[in-house]
């Protein structure tokens, strides 16, 4: 197993390195520069404003300057590789680390609750909506996971906010930092997850649970409860711990739109605004650490088949 988590991290580098390449070139040939304003900027000044922050050099000297393998003017290397992202145009008076250090926090605290809202109700839903198949319970929970795939956060923000914070006046309309703030913003984030979650669940429960290993287990005499949850829920959770690693990813990242509605300081706004604003270094860093997010989260669930499936082994 350490053999090949080490073969793995060390495959990471070729991938990272691949996606920072391509994510450079996209943002740099979108039509367009960082200072390029509705009522232009005086040519002296957009000269000067490139030339600080070295957009007059090749290309192939700023993606090595970004990436940190060339010295900057001061003489020392401070690029993606010493973790340091570089400043932010449009943000002037703060680094992309600076932004990651304020927002990226906010928005992994929400990704956290969403995904534990996810998967709390998205697996005892599939797992009750298979063991109750074509009964009331089957379609009662695939009637809520049908509707958590169907409405969008976009929808559903806004009538949280109508019931819960207007109507019923039990959470606040917007902001962030209480439980009790946090609890709409979680929940419009996470339904939709866990409706993928329930659906997949229940249909990966309905091929366990009629293999012939559960069928024995229950002639031996178990209890249907252990049955169900140290025999047939390891590996059925299996397909479910695959989209797992993504959606953890994604969600540790922050929903623009959530955000948005609620009123929360989080990075997707500053990730929107930067690909509109060519605020080139926020773009590639936040794409950049999202790709290490999600080859992280794979990782941890391959490591997590072992421990599902002992039948699974890594040479």
Not at 29 to 40: L, Q, T, W
């Amino acid at each position: 197993m350490t053999r090949y988590i080490i073969r793995r991290i060390l495959s990471m580098i070729p991938v990272l390195i691949f996606i920072s390449l391509v994510t450079f070139a996209l943002a740099h040939a979108v039509p367009g520069g960082p200072f390029d304003r509705e009522k232009p900027l005086p040519a002296e000044i957009k000269a000067n404003l490139n030339r600080y922050y070295g957009l007059d050099q090749p290309l192939w000297k700023q993606y090595t300057d970004w990436i940190g393998l060339t010295r900057n003017p001061s003489g020392e290397y401070a690029g993606v590789l010493q973790f340091k992202f570089g400043p932010s145009y449009s943000s002037r008076s703060r680094t992309v680390n600076d932004i990651f250090r304020a927002h990226l926090p906010v928005s992994a605290q929400l990704g956290f609750w969403a995904l534990c809202i996810a998967v709390g109700m998205g697996v005892p839903l599939g797992i009750i909506a298979a063991l109750k198949q074509n009964s009331f319970w089957d379609y009662f929970s695939m009637a809520i996971a049908i509707f958590g795939v169907s409405v969008p956060n976009i929808v559903l923000g806004p009538i949280f906010i109508l019931i819960f914070a207007l109507t019923l006046g039990w959470f606040p309309v917007a902001g962030w930092g209480t439980p009790a703030q946090m609890v709409m913003p979680a929940f419009a984030l996470g339904l939709n997850s866990s409706a993928l979650i329930a659906r997949l669940t229940r249909a990966s429960m309905l091929q366990v649970i009629r293999e012939d290993y559960i069928r024995t287990a229950r002639a031996k005499g178990l209890a249907e409860r252990v049955v169900i949850i140290r025999h047939a829920l390891k590996n059925a959770f299996i397909p479910v711990a695959t989209i797992l690693g993504p959606m953890f990813a994604a969600l540790l990242t922050g929903t623009f739109v959530v955000e948005q509605i609620f009123a929360i300081p989080g990075m997707g706004k500053y990730f929107i605004t930067s690909i509109t604003n060519r605020d080139y270094p926020v773009v590639m860093g936040t794409t950049l650490l999202y790709a290490v997010f999600l080859v992280i989260a794979n990782l941890i669930v391959d490591i997590t088949y072992a421990y599902l499936d002992p039948r699974i082994h890594y040479e």
